[in-house]
Every structure is written in structure tokens, then in C-alpha cells.
């Protein structure tokens, strides 16, 4: 194996057909048309003939902006190479049209329109036309309005697209908001959202069954600038948003129509498989009317019936062999595989040795608009190295995709959306899009290497992209198994939220955020000048820590990285310590918001910092940080050295209104170190941390509502007006108490 991809040479018995190279091995995705034989199959795979015109997606600007805008940017996205025109008249031909887009010829195209004013309503029509002069032959509808402008408070609500089929996962952006009365709206202001589906899940119910709020929190609802919802029901659905500036108040809209997938899947677009018997039709939950198949094999089925406008049903109750060779979903959507019938969700079994279910390809490039659901993926334990069982792989571009209630099992790693299967030159764009919600994903017990480390086994989800929405997902790697729970090597635009993430590998983390680094050119950073992983919301999660050192890390992944994150809010979380834990929460980000966290470093062998703030080698020194509101305790003994709150090397930050308690640690401190610019103020004193109790609801405090502040409690009224105005159970503060629990 001189190359080290993990597949031996003929010479030494193996089939590696190409030793020197480890993008070729007989697993690896073949890219058609590039006469390299990628997969060792013995010839290079093929690609079909063009004679479909392009599939147009990911419309913008939607929504409303910003009041006193007078020009955007319209961006379509076409699944191959093409050219792209616009106008203002609706039914106009490809032809016809006189206005190309500035920057196309591509797969991503945009063009500057000018002239907009407040109050005012805009609607462009886009057709486009590959190189095989296949023009599409309806208008792409692209429709938007800007605000009114006047008063403190200036909303910009955009998402990234206004309709589709059932389940529909939509990403909300507020971020553009202004107001007079902040340079830092993206955290200092509250964001409010009313999803107008009360109903909630028909499967998960009204609440969220995982998070800091398990059981509580609705998912009606959201807070942040950025936020998702997954819409499961046919209808039209106004969505309200509502921001407070703590004296302001300011109100928007926009309406989602969800699509009956019934209807739109309506006869032979949707096929009922089963493994056992041939599925009839208008019986045991087939749709009446649907086509239908006996077929084992996951793959064959998907394989040979996905296609554009399909629903793959595979019935409950049945096992399908997966992992013998890839299903691959390479059609755009909009798409279904899910299941029929009742009682147990069908079971993929890894029976192989390769990836069990691929999404995207280089022939369409940029498909999208796909959802999987309610399926169980078994990894059968498979621990071998040389397997790549990946349960949900992007194998190329690929957008607006939703796994929903996937239960991911006994599997090395869970689900895979890398840069590296990404090409900007050869016209793919980054990941868009994406949402996992209410999946669980699990790794193997014990699964490691001969060193005690990751072995075999990694993450639970790793994923780069833009508008990603992380919620509602048990992640567990299981034991001291495993790599990252979750891990974005890039993320613009993100929400993680309502998650339990749990038992990172030994040196390494629940969540995991970085950047490219600063000037490698790749598809995360096409023109080698630098790009952050920026306006992400990190909240309601719960997150157990284990032997790693950092359970949360928003950073590089080492000194010798130049690897930026700025524009973080980190809040309502609840993190608890494991045994190896030095700091719950680390990171270097700039432009960072931590509050209203409950941080419990009990438990913790070494001397441990609940929030931990510093440069970690030759990235920026983080700046503009804020850590308002947080509870942080520690119930055990430990040596010298636990700090609340801990600085290395910082500009800038703003700590105020945290409470702290570690009762037999031996002289905890409230602040260690100290940033260039330091404001501190009506936090907890150092006496406060090491003797004096906050009198909370409980006096040994295990979850949330134990910590609680009771009407005796010193923390009660001794804080500060500051920016946060609501509580860790999302209640409105009726006075400046210490840490992040009110009474």
C-alpha cells in the first residue's frame, strides 16, 4: 500500500489498480467523463447524453431587505454549465431575452439590480441554456420587497427558498438587520420567531425531544438572526419574526407553501419496495395507484428508480442489504426516500464493504431539493478500516437536502458532506442548504486503535456549507469511541440547535468549528484571500462531555492553523464535563457571544475553566468577545487553578452578570488572566465562587431547573442592564440577576 489508501497493490494480492495514487482504490468515487478509471472497475464511467435543459434552484433575494436598499444582487444556481438571462416580464423565451447575467457560464450566476426603493415589491423571471443549447422553457420566478427604513430598527428577512413538497426544511435569515442603537446587531439585539405551525411534527410532536429544553422547548419556535424550521404538513405558512432592542420593538413576515407530497408524488411517481413481497398498491400504507417492486438490495432500488419528481417508499417492518455497492441518488429533486406501511422503520444492513447511500455526482453537478427520512442505516459494528460503510455520503454538489429521522446505527461515522469531493473550477458549488433533524446517530462502543485513539471510527456528522441547520439529533459516538460528534470544517450561515451530543473521541470535541485555512484555495476559499466561518447560532444543546479536553472548541484545529471563526452566538446550552475536561467551552473566535449557558465542570480531572477565551497559534487574537449571563459550578475538589472564566492572549472583552460557584475547589477564581481591554462587572466576586451559595432551587443542582435562582438568592438583582433579555428557559427578564437561570 505505497500510496496509503488503505487498498493493497496486485502485486502484494490486492486491487489497487494504481498504487501511486490514493484518489484511486476500488471504493473510490468514479468522476465520469475524465478518462481517469477512479474505482479500479476497469473502465471510466461514462456520461449520459445531455439533452435536458438546465434545473434552476436557489433563488435570491427572497423575503424582505433591509429598508434603504437600492440595489441586490439576483443569484440563481443551475445543476450543469450555463448561460443565464433575466427580465422583468414574465413568459418571455430564453431567446427573447435581453439582459445575461454579469457573472455566469457556470453553475452559480448573479447579476446587480439597481433602482429599488422602500415599501416596494420586485419580481424577475430567469431562464437559462446549457452548452448542448437545452434551454428551459419556464420561468424561474425570483421575488422579493425592501422594508420601510424609518425607526431604530431596520429588519432584512430572507430565506432560502418559499416553497417545495412536504417535509420542507427552510432557513431564515434575519442578519441584516440594522439598528441605531448597536454596531453589533447580529448579537445584541432579540430575535423572535413564530413558524405558524403550531401542529408541529405529525411523527415528533409539538416539542423538542432532545437539547437543553428536551421536552419543553417548542419547535414553533426560535430564537437568533439565523434560524430553521422543517415544515411537515401541507399548507401556507405566515412566519412571523419579532426584534427587541430592549426598548424597540419590530415586526416582519414572509409566507412558506408547502406542497402535498401526495399530490405531487401522485401515482406511478411514487414506488413501493419491499424485500419479502411484492407490495400492493392502495394496501398496508402503498399509495393506491403507486408503482411497485420486490427488490432486497437498497442500492439496485434506489439505483434503478430514482429519478426527478420521485418518492422511494421501502416498507416498514423489512431489512434491505445496503453496503454491497453504492445507492446513489444522482437525479436533482424534488425527491422522496422514505418508507410506507406501519410498525418498524426498514432497516438498510451494511452488508459490504462501501458507502451505503451516495447524494450528488459530477454528471448532473449541483442537484437538489431531496429528502431522506425515516429509515434505520445498521453499520453492523463493522469496525475494519478498510471499509468505508458511510451511511450518507455528498459524493458531489448538492443543495437543499433534508435527513429527517434517520437512525443511524452501530456505524464507524454517520453523515459526510465534505469540500474535498468538491470541485470550484469544475463548476460545483459548496453545500446549501442542508438540515439533519431529529436523527439518531450512533457510533461503536469501544471502537479503537491499538494507541487507545480514534481508530476506525470518527464523527457523527461532519459538514461544510452555507445555511445548514443542525437540530434535534441524538449524537453519541458511543463509549471512548470515535472522533468529533460534530464537526464543520466551514460554516457561513448555520444553526445548531436542540441536539444531544455526547462522548467525543479522547482528544477531540463535541462540536468542532473551523474555517479553511486563511490561504489554501479550495472550494471553501476559491480565490486563496482568506474566509471566515461566521453567523452561526449554537443554542439549546446538550452537551456531555468525556475524556476530551474541549468539549466545545470554535477555533482552529491546532496552533498551526490559520483558521478563523468570528460572528458566533453561543447560548441556553447546557454543558456538562467529562473526566479528561480542561475547558468546557474554548475558543478564539472573534465577534463571539456567550450566554445564558448553564456550564457544569464537575467531574473534571484537571483544573478546569468553564469558558476558556484565547488565541491558540498563529490565528487572530480573537476580539470583541462578550460573555454575559452564564451559570458555571463545579460540585467536586480539585487542585489549585479552576477559573470561571479564563483568557489567554485577547484584544477585547466584555464579561458581566455570570455567576459562579465551585464550593470545595481549592481557591477558584472568577476571571483568570486578563484581555488587553477587559470590562468586568456584577459578576460573581472570588469569595462569592468558593464560599457563598446562589441559593438555587436545589442545593446539588443536576439539571436546569435546579439551578434556579430562589427569592433569597445574593445573585437576585445584582446585576446590570446589558444586552440579554431572556433567561436560559426563554422567559423575559424582569431584573439584571446574575447567571442564566431567572427564578
Not at 41 to 61: E, F, I, R
Not at 429 to 434: Q, R, T
Not at 713 to 720: K, L, P, T
Request: glycine share 10%; aromatic share 8%.
Amino acid at each position: 500500500d505505497a500510496d496509503g489508501d488503505e487498498a493493497f497493490s496486485a502485486a502484494c494480492g490486492g486491487d489497487d489498480c494504481n498504487d501511486a495514487s490514493n484518489a484511486i482504490y476500488p471504493s473510490a468515487v468514479d468522476v465520469c467523463g475524465d478518462t481517469i478509471d477512479q474505482d479500479c472497475s476497469g473502465v471510466d464511467l461514462a456520461c449520459p447524453s445531455d439533452t435536458t435543459p438546465p434545473v434552476l434552484s436557489g433563488g435570491l433575494p427572497v423575503g424582505t431587505l433591509a429598508g434603504g436598499t437600492t440595489q441586490a444582487t439576483l443569484r440563481v444556481t443551475t445543476n450543469e454549465t450555463a448561460t443565464c438571462k433575466w427580465t422583468a416580464s414574465a413568459g418571455t423565451t430564453y431567446a427573447a431575452m435581453t439582459s445575461t447575467f454579469t457573472t455566469t457560464g457556470s453553475t452559480s450566476h448573479n447579476t446587480v439590480v439597481t433602482g429599488l426603493t422602500d415599501s416596494a415589491s420586485y419580481t424577475y423571471y430567469v431562464r437559462c441554456q446549457d452548452g448542448a443549447g437545452n434551454a428551459t422553457t419556464s420561468d424561474y420566478v425570483v421575488t422579493f420587497s425592501v422594508g420601510t427604513g424609518t425607526g431604530p430598527l431596520s429588519i432584512s428577512l430572507v430565506t432560502n427558498r418559499a416553497s417545495g413538497v412536504a417535509p420542507l426544511s427552510v432557513f431564515f435569515d434575519a442578519s441584516g438587520t440594522t439598528s441605531t442603537g448597536t454596531t453589533r446587531p447580529f448579537h445584541d439585539l432579540e430575535y423572535r420567531w413564530d413558524f405558524d405551525d403550531p401542529l408541529g411534527s405529525p411523527v415528533s410532536g409539538t416539542t423538542w425531544a432532545t437539547g437543553s429544553g428536551a421536552g419543553v422547548n417548542s419547535r414553533n419556535a426560535a430564537m437568533g438572526p439565523v434560524a430553521a424550521h422543517v415544515f411537515e404538513r401541507p399548507g401556507t405558512y405566515t412566519v412571523a419574526l419579532s426584534v427587541f432592542d430592549g426598548t424597540n420593538t419590530d415586526n416582519a413576515e414572509t409566507t412558506i407553501t408547502v406542497s402535498d407530497p401526495d399530490v405531487v408524488f401522485a401515482g406511478t411517481s411514487t414506488v413501493c419496495i419491499a424485500a419479502d413481497t411484492d407490495p400492493v398498491p392502495g394496501a398496508g400504507g402503498c399509495p393506491a395507484g403507486a408503482a411497485h417492486a420486490q427488490q432486497l438490495s437498497f442500492s439496485t432500488a434506489i439505483n434503478t428508480y430514482q429519478a426527478t419528481g420521485k418518492r422511494l417508499l421501502f416498507k416498514r417492518g423489512d431489512t434491505f442489504a445496503a453496503g454491497v455497492s453504492r445507492a446513489w441518488i444522482t437525479a436533482t429533486g424534488p425527491g422522496t426516500v422514505g418508507a410506507f406501511g406501519t410498525g418498524a422503520a426498514p432497516v438498510m444492513q451494511n452488508a459490504g464493504t462501501t458507502q451505503m447511500l451516495l447524494i450528488g455526482n459530477n454528471s448532473p453537478r449541483n442537484i437538489g431539493d431531496w429528502r431522506v427520512m425515516d429509515l434505520t442505516i445498521d453499520g453492523a459494528s463493522d469496525t475494519n478500516a478498510a471499509h468505508d460503510n458511510t451511511p450518507v455520503q455528498a459524493a458531489g454538489s448538492a443543495h437543499e437536502m433534508l435527513l429527517l429521522r434517520l437512525n443511524i446505527r452501530a456505524a464507524q461515522r454517520g453523515v459526510l458532506a465534505s469540500h474535498f469531493t468538491l470541485s470550484a473550477a469544475a463548476g460545483d458549488i459548496l453545500y446549501d442548504g442542508w438540515a439533519v433533524q431529529d436523527c439518531t446517530i450512533r457510533g461503536i462502543p469501544g471502537c479503537l486503535d491499538s494507541n487507545g485513539l480514534n481508530g476506525a471510527c470518527d464523527w457523527r456528522i461532519y459538514m461544510v456549507g452555507t445555511r445548514l441547520a443542525i437540530q434535534g439529533n441524538d449524537l453519541d459516538n458511543e463509549d471512548t469511541g470515535g472522533s468529533h460528534v460534530f464537526r464543520s470544517e466551514f460554516m457561513q450561515k448555520g444553526v445548531v440547535s436542540h441536539n444531544r451530543l455526547a462522548n467525543a473521541g479522547g482528544t477531540q470535541h463535541n462540536i468542532k468549528l473551523h474555517a479553511s485555512e486563511w490561504t489554501v484555495t479550495d472550494i471553501r476559499n476559491p480565490d486563496g484571500t482568506g474566509t471566515y466561518s461566521e453567523q452561526i447560532v449554537i443554542s439549546e444543546n446538550q452537551i456531555i462531555g468525556h475524556n476530551n479536553a474541549y468539549t466545545v472548541s470554535l477555533g482552529p484545529q491546532s496552533s498551526s492553523y490559520d483558521e478563523r471563526v468570528r460572528e458566533v452566538v453561543f447560548e441556553r446550552n447546557w454543558v456538562t464535563s467529562g473526566a479528561g475536561t480542561s475547558s468546557s467551552v474554548e475558543s478564539s473566535a472573534s465577534s463571539a457571544t456567550f450566554r445564558n449557558n448553564i456550564v457544569d465542570v464537575t467531574s473534571s480531572t484537571y483544573n478546569p475553566a468553564g469558558i476558556a477565551v484565547g488565541r491558540r497559534g498563529i490565528e487572530p487574537i480573537p476580539e470583541s468577545v462578550t460573555i454575559y449571563n452564564n451559570t458555571i459550578y463545579r460540585s467536586d475538589t480539585n487542585n489549585d487553578g479552576s477559573a470561571c472564566v479564563k483568557f489567554g492572549t485577547t484584544t477585547s472583552a466584555t464579561v458581566i452578570n455570570n455567576l459562579c460557584y465551585m464550593p470545595l475547589a481549592s481557591s477558584p477564581v472568577m476571571i483568570s488572566g486578563s484581555p488587553s481591554v477587559l470590562v468586568q462587572s456584577n459578576n460573581s466576586t472570588n469569595a462569592q465562587v468558593e464560599s457563598t451559595s446562589p441559593d438555587w432551587a436545589s442545593a446539588t443542582p443536576l439539571v436546569p431547573t435546579d439551578f434556579k435562582l430562589t427569592s433569597g438568592s445574593y445573585a437576585v438583582g445584582a446585576g446590570v442592564a446589558g444586552p440579554v433579555f431572556s433567561d436560559f428557559f426563554l422567559q423575559p427578564r424582569s431584573g439584571h440577576d446574575l447567571g442564566a437561570a431567572g427564578q
